[in-house]
């Protein structure tokens, strides 16, 4: 069993890293393309989940919580501009998901903007907002985040789950790089990002108790810090961890001092704006993972106590 501890530090450095870069994410820019913005917003959605996590699982302290509520704060205010650029964004392309995507994380932590709500409901009223080709694991993830928002899935959740790579529980020696990210965001969605391990079925969590150890010890022998620390947020989510406590150790040994997270080996020299750039990702999913990590650390050691 992990102590709660060692996680703990990793995510309190995690977030302070993030605080202090809060002016680096970035909002409107110019005239970008819906996709264009999608991406330079996708950090400030990404957070905001992470956010949800944090108050959901109540295992930070009072300075981490009150970090987070700040920069939450700050990103609907300024990147988001109250929401108002979101709805920009789906007036500006109402078949596009990205907009709804961003939205439902800020508001299921009390963030509204009605205008984004309602533009939504209006694109899916027609046969393209079903029709919109994507990979298997992003349409399961708007299936999930239209559920979420209070909305009927534009694809049943079992479906969408069964057209996904987990869902097929393949041949194990294929997950290789660009499938391991769709492994876990398939855990990610299922599960409500840990909030519901129920919500994973019974013979996919059989399949990753077997070959998650193995991905784990992979991917840490590679370094790749980033998929670790999504790969250290499925062991969470499963019914009966199977993580090698010492490989906490190694993910911990990898953060620089200041809080970032290296995506693989360690950060090269770079300015702050391209350390951002390099760092964020890893470095947010390693606040979420040290959250859920002490989380279940915490209920294992209060189980022990009774």
């Given at each position: ?7 703990h530090?990793?995510g ?8 202090a870069?809060?002016?680096r ?5 110019g005239?970008?393309?819906?996709r ?15 956010g949800?996590?944090l108050?959901?699982e109540g ?8 970090v ?21 964004m789906q ?16 508001r299921?932590?009390?963030y ?8 939504a409901n209006?694109?899916?009223?027609l ?8 990979g298997?694991?992003r349409r399961?993830g ?5 559920e979420?928002?209070g ?17 097929q529980?393949?041949?194990?020696w ?6 391991s990210?769709?492994?876990t ?5 299922l599960?409500d ?5 129920e ?7 059989d ?6 150890p ?5 991917w840490?022998?590679?370094e790749h810090w ?5 790969l ?8 009966r961890?199977v993580?090698d406590p ?7 040994d ?6 970032a ?11 702050p704006?391209?350390?951002f ?16 990590a002490?989380?279940?650390?915490m209920?294992?050691l ?5």
């Open positions: 069993m992990t102590s709660p501890q060692l996680p530090t990793v309190a450095k995690a977030l302070d890293w993030l605080s870069n809060r002016s994410f970035r909002g409107r820019e005239d970008a393309t819906g264009e913005l999608g991406e330079q917003l996708k950090p400030v959605g990404e957070f905001a989940v992470v949800k996590v108050f959901r295992v930070a302290g009072s300075r981490q919580s009150e987070v509520r700040e920069l939450l704060d700050y990103l609907w205010r300024e990147p988001l501009e109250g929401g108002g650029l979101l709805a920009h007036r500006r392309e109402p078949l596009s998901p990205i907009p709804l995507e961003l939205y439902v994380p800020f299921e932590l009390g509204r903007h009605r205008d984004v709500e309602d533009c209006s694109a899916r009223r046969a393209s907002w079903r029709a919109m080709e994507m298997p694991t399961l708007l299936a999930r985040v239209e979420r928002a909305m009927e899935a534009s694809l049943p959740v079992p479906e969408a789950t069964a057209r996904t790579w987990l869902g529980t393949p041949e194990p294929s997950a290789e790089y660009y499938v990210y769709d492994v965001h398939t855990v990610f969605h599960t990002w840990g909030e519901r391990p919500g994973l079925p019974a013979r996919i969590a399949y990753l108790a077997l070959w998650l193995v991905w784990i010890d992979d840490a022998g590679m980033d998929l670790l620390g999504e250290l947020v499925v062991d969470a989510c499963l019914p961890p993580l010492d490989i906490w150790q190694r993910y911990a990898a953060q620089r001092a200041d809080g997270m290296p995506v693989q080996h360690s950060l090269p020299d770079a300015g704006d391209e350390t750039d390099i760092a964020f990702h890893p470095t947010l999913v390693a606040a979420f993972a040290s959250v859920m002490t989380s279940r650390a209920t294992a209060t189980g022990a106590a009774r």
